[in-house]
C-alpha cells in the first residue's frame, strides 16, 4: 500500500513534497503527466506513475515534456510537466510562445530549483521565467501548501487561460512533512481539440494580436494576487522589521524571528504590490527574504518603498535560520553570539563511482593515454574528472560534450596539435541532447572520438528508464534505440563505430587508443548495465592473496570501491631508489564480482575464492 | 527539548540506511501525534557521500533544518561521520555512535588521514558519547542489514516517548512487508537498547 496513493480523504501522512505535488495532480483530474528525470524533481513522476488514471511518461528531455503537456492542455486536459531548474531553460522554447497562446486545460509547470546546489552543475532561481514568460508563479513552502497549490495552480490556469509556474526548491521537495490529504479525484469532462488556427498556429500575424491580451492577462493576475489567499500576514508583536517572504524561507523566518510580522507570498508572480504597500506601512524596515535572486526586492523598491535584502542577506544559496540570524541580528544592531565550536577538520567524503560501475572501465582508459582533451557532459561519469582518473576536462549542460568538443576541434591552439579530442556521454544524456551535437559534428566534417557509455539507465537520478533501456516509466517493455545504428544513420562509417564489453580493459584501452588516433570521427559504445539497477547481475567477490600481490598498485588506479590500500611499504632497490609499494585488499561485501581488477593483476594475485556452499556440497556427496 | 521540540541528527555514509532511520523516527513521532518535519541532503549520497537526515518534531515545526549547536540527539552511523556532524550537537545533547570505520577512497590513496580515535575526540570534548560496535551485534543475530534497528534501539531511552514506541513502529512495519523479519528485528531492537546504555569513556585527561 502507497501512503500517496491509498491515501483517505481526511487523513493525515508523511509526504514529501513530491509526493504531495503527485497526489495533488491526480485529485486535480490531471490526465497526462509528463517529465525527464533531474534531482530534486525526480520523484514527482515517479509518484504520478502509481496513479494508473493517469497517463504519464518520461519524455526525453524537459522541451519534449512541456510539449506533451501543451498538446494534452490543447486536447482539453488537465496537464502537468515537471523537471528540474535547468529543464526550464531546455524546455523554455515551448512555454515562452504557448503561454502567449494561452491553454485550454490546466496546464502547470513543476519547477524544483536546487537552491544550494546539492545535485546540480549551477544555481538558478526559476521565478525570472514567470517574469520572462508572462506566467503566474506559486511558492510552496513545505509539503502541505505543494498539495494545495497544485490544486490551485490548475483552477488559476484555466481561469485566465495561461500556464501556471509551481516553483518548488530542494527544500519542499524533499523535506517529508504532515498533509492532510482532503479528497479524491474530481474526473473533468475533456472536450478534444477545437480547431482554431488565428489561436493556436503562431504566426506573426495571429501573434500579434495575442500581445495586448497577454499583457491585459498579467493585469488580471496581478488583480487576482492582490486578493489571493494564498499571500497571508502572520502578524507579530515585534514591528521593528517586517518581512516579505515566499517559499521555503517562510519557514526559517518564523523559525527564527517568531514575533516578527511576516508577509508570506504563496502566489508571488505577479506580486501584490498594493498589499505590500501596506504591510510596509505597519512596520519600521521592510526585509525580503527570498530564495535566490533579488526580484521581489527589485519590484518593490520600483514601486516606491524603502525596502532592504540582498545588501544584508546572500544572494546565493539557502536562507537557513544559521543565515538569516546573524544578518538580521546585524541590521538590528544587537549582538550575535557564534558557536564557538569548530567543525574537526575532517577528510572529505566526496561521491564515488559504485563497485563494478561499467564507467569504470573507459575512466582507467583515459587515465592512461596521454594527449587527450576530454570534454563531459552531466551525469555520474562527471565524476571521472575526480580521483584517481582525473579524466575529465569539461562539464556544463545536457548534450554539450558533442558539439564543445567538435568547437575545440575546430578551435585547436597550439598545444592542442597533437591532442586527440574525445566526448564523453551516458546514453540517456545523448538521447535528451546529445544527438543533435553529434549530427551537428558528422555535417560539418568534425573530428571527434566518442565514448557513449550505455549502462541502461538515467543513472546519477536513481536508474530511471529512458529509449534505450527497453522500458517504460512503468517498467513496461518499450521499443529500444539501437545506438549503433543510430549512429551510422547519423553517418558516422560503420568501422568506425566500435561495441566494447567495458570491463575488459585491455580491450577497452586499446579500442580507445585506436578510434583517438583516426582522422574522422568514431562511436564507441560500452555496453554494461548500471550496477545499481535490476540489469546488473552480482557475481561472487573476489580476493587478494596477500603472498602474491606485489605492491604495484594497478588495481588501485581502477577507482572500484571496492578495492582499498591494505599496506604501504617503502622499498629501496638495488640502484639505490626508493619505491612505495601499495598492497591492496578488496572488501567481500562491496565487491560484486565484475573482474575488471583483475585486468590490471599481473601477479594473479586477484582470484574468485570457491564458494563455500560448493565445498559442503562436495562433503554431502562424498 | 526546552521549546518542546525535538532535533535528531542522523549521519552516516549513503547506503547505511540513514534516510529509513529518519524515517522510522519520524513516524513513531508521529504516531504520538506530534508535528514533524524531515529533510536530508542526498542526491549523489547513494554513491558513498556523506549523508544527514534531520528530524525535527514537536507541537508545531517551521524550518525543517537542525541548526548548528541546536541538536539533542545525533546518531552516528559510522565514527568519523558522528565527529564530522558534532558541532551539530548541543553541549547538552548525546552522540549515539557506531565504531563503524570506513575510510573513503581518498583516504586509501593517502591523500588524507582518517582520524586515529574518532570517539576518544568525541569524548573529550565533554560531550555525553556512547559508542558500540552495531556491525558485531547485527552480526551475531545473523544480518548486516540489522544494524539499522539496533542503531534506533540504542537511542530509544533518549526520546520523549517510550522507547516501545519506536519499537513497535518499526517491527509493525517489518510485520506488514517482510513477516519473516519481524522477530529478529524486535531482537536487535532490544540488542542496541541494551548496548546504547553503556556511556564511552575519554581516554585522555580531563583538561
Known amino acids: 500500500m502507497n501512503a500517496v496513493v491509498h491515501a483517505k480523504a481526511e487523513s493525515r501522512h508523511l509526504l514529501s513534497g513530491n509526493e504531495a505535488v503527485a497526489r495533488a495532480a491526480w485529485e486535480a483530474g490531471v490526465r497526462v503527466a509528463a517529465a525527464y528525470p533531474g534531482t530534486p524533481a525526480t520523484e514527482i513522476l515517479e509518484n504520478i506513475a502509481l496513479y494508473p488514471d493517469v497517463y504519464s511518461e518520461w519524455s526525453v528531455n524537459e522541451k519534449v515534456a512541456v510539449e506533451v503537456a501543451i498538446g494534452a492542455s490543447l486536447a482539453g486536459s488537465r496537464a502537468l510537466a515537471a523537471m528540474k531548474h535547468v529543464g526550464m531553460n531546455v524546455a523554455s522554447d515551448a512555454f515562452m510562445t504557448q503561454s502567449l497562446a494561452g491553454v485550454v486545460g490546466g496546464l502547470v509547470i513543476v519547477v524544483a530549483d536546487d537552491v544550494g546546489l546539492s545535485s546540480s552543475q549551477n544555481e538558478q532561481d526559476s521565478r525570472y521565467w514567470g517574469r520572462f514568460g508572462h506566467m503566474p508563479i506559486l511558492e510552496p513552502a513545505d509539503s502541505q501548501e505543494a498539495y494545495e497549490m497544485v490544486k490551485r495552480a490548475f483552477d488559476l490556469s484555466e481561469a485566465h487561460e495561461t500556464p501556471v509556474i509551481v516553483r518548488m526548491t530542494t527544500r519542499v521537495c524533499h523535506v517529508k512533512a504532515m498533509v492532510v490529504v482532503e479528497s479524491g479525484r474530481i474526473e473533468r469532462q475533456v472536450p478534444g481539440f477545437q480547431k482554431n488556427p488565428q489561436r493556436w498556429v503562431m504566426t506573426p500575424a495571429n501573434a500579434k494580436p495575442r500581445l495586448p491580451l497577454m499583457h491585459q492577462r498579467d493585469r488580471a493576475l496581478r488583480e487576482a494576487s492582490e486578493t489571493s489567499d494564498l499571500n497571508t500576514l502572520s502578524s507579530g508583536g515585534d514591528r521593528r522589521i517586517g518581512f516579505v517572504t515566499s517559499g521555503p524561507p517562510f519557514m526559517h523566518v518564523r523559525e527564527t524571528f517568531p514575533n516578527a510580522p511576516v508577509l508570506k507570498l504563496g502566489f508571488s508572480h505577479p506580486a501584490p504590490l498594493d498589499k505590500i504597500r501596506a504591510f510596509a506601512a505597519q512596520v519600521d524596515t521592510l526585509v525580503v527574504v527570498e530564495e535566490t535572486e533579488p526580484l521581489l526586492e527589485t519590484e518593490i523598491r520600483a514601486a516606491g518603498l524603502e525596502v532592504r535584502g540582498k545588501d544584508v542577506l546572500p544572494r546565493f544559496g539557502e536562507l537557513a535560520p544559521s543565515v538569516l540570524r546573524p544578518a538580521i541580528k546585524a541590521l538590528l544592531g544587537e549582538p550575535h553570539e557564534v558557536a564557538a565550536r569548530a567543525q574537526a577538520g575532517l577528510f572529505p567524503r566526496p561521491p564515488t563511482m559504485c563497485a563494478s560501475c561499467p564507467h569504470l572501465g573507459p575512466y582507467f582508459a583515459l587515465s592512461h593515454i596521454r594527449n587527450l582533451n576530454i570534454v563531459g557532459d552531466i551525469g555520474c561519469y562527471t565524476l571521472g574528472a575526480g580521483h584517481p582518473w582525473n579524466a575529465l576536462d569539461t562539464c556544463i549542460s545536457m548534450g554539450a560534450s558533442l558539439s564543445m568538443a567538435h568547437g575545440m576541434d575546430k578551435g585547436r591552439g597550439e598545444s592542442d596539435e597533437k591532442k586527440s579530442i574525445v566526448a564523453v556521454i551516458g546514453d540517456s544524456t545523448f538521447l535528451h541532447m546529445g544527438m543533435q551535437g553529434l549530427l551537428n559534428m558528422i555535417y560539418n566534417r568534425g573530428n571527434v572520438t566518442v565514448l557513449l557509455l550505455d549502462n541502461r539507465s538515467v543513472g546519477m537520478t536513481g536508474g530511471q528508464e529512458n529509449p534505450g533501456t527497453g522500458q517504460d516509466l512503468h517498467g513496461l517493455p518499450a521499443p529500444r534505440v539501437d545506438f549503433a545504428k543510430l549512429a551510422e544513420a547519423l553517418g558516422i562509417r560503420p568501422e568506425r563505430i566500435r561495441t566494447v564489453d567495458p570491463y575488459e580493459l585491455p580491450t577497452m584501452v586499446k579500442l580507445v587508443r585506436e578510434e583517438t588516433k583516426m582522422e574522422e570521427p568514431s562511436v564507441i559504445i560500452t555496453n554494461r548495465p548500471c550496477s545499481l539497477t535490476d540489469r546488473f547481475e552480482r557475481l561472487r567477490a573476489y580476493t587478494v592473496l596477500d603472498d602474491q600481490c606485489t605492491g604495484c598498485g594497478n588495481c588501485i588506479d581502477l577507482g572500484c570501491p571496492a578495492i582499498s590500500v591494505a599496506r604501504r611499504e617503502t622499498v629501496t632497490a638495488k640502484s639505490g631508489k626508493t619505491k612505495e609499494l601499495v598492497f591492496a585488499r578488496i572488501d567481500p561485501n562491496t565487491c560484486t564480482g565484475c573482474h575488471m581488477c583483475v585486468e590490471t593483476c599481473a601477479p594473479d594475485a586477484i582470484v574468485q575464492p570457491e564458494p563455500q556452499n560448493r565445498v559442503i556440497r562436495i562433503h554431502a556427496h562424498g | ?207
Not at chain 2, 536530508?40 to 537526515?53: D, K, L, N
Open chain 2, 1 to 207: 527539548m526546552g521549546d518542546g521540540i525535538t532535533n535528531i541528527l542522523v549521519v552516516g555514509i549513503g547506503g547505511q540506511g540513514v534516510m529509513t532511520a529518519a524515517e522510522m523516527l519520524a513516524r513513531a513521532a508521529i504516531s504520538q501525534g506530534y508535528d514533524v518535519k524531515k529533510t536530508e541532503v542526498a542526491g549523489m549520497a547513494q554513491r558513498g557521500g556523506v549523508v544527514s537526515s534531520h528530524v525535527r518534531f514537536g507541537p508545531k515545526v517551521y524550518s525543517p533544518q537542525i541548526d548548528a549547536g541546536e541538536a539533542d540527539l545525533l546518531i552516528g552511523f559510522e565514527a568519523a561521520e558522528a565527529l564530522r556532524w558534532l558541532p551539530h550537537l548541543r553541549p547538552t545533547g548525546v552522540a549515539m555512535v557506531n565504531t563503524l570505520r570506513i575510510a573513503p577512497p581518498v583516504v586509501s590513496a593517502g591523500l588524507y588521514d582518517y582520524p586515529a580515535d574518532p570517539i576518544g575526540e568525541l569524548t573529550a570534548t565533554g560531550i555525553e558519547v556512547h559508542a558500540f560496535d552495531a556491525g558485531a551485534l547485527a552480526e551475531q543475530l545473523g544480518n548486516a542489514k540489522l544494524v539499522n534497528t539496533i542503531m534506533l534501539g540504542a537511542i530509544s531511552d533518549c526520546l520523549p516517548f517510550p522507547a516501545e514506541v519506536l519499537k513497535a513502529c518499526i517491527v509493525e512495519g517489518f510485520r506488514a512487508y517482510k513477516p519473516k523479519l519481524a522477530d529478529v528485528n524486535a531482537q536487535a531492537f532490544e540488542a542496541g537498547r541494551e548496548a546504547g546504555h553503556i556511556k564511552a569513556v575519554s581516554q585522555r585527561p580531563a583538561a
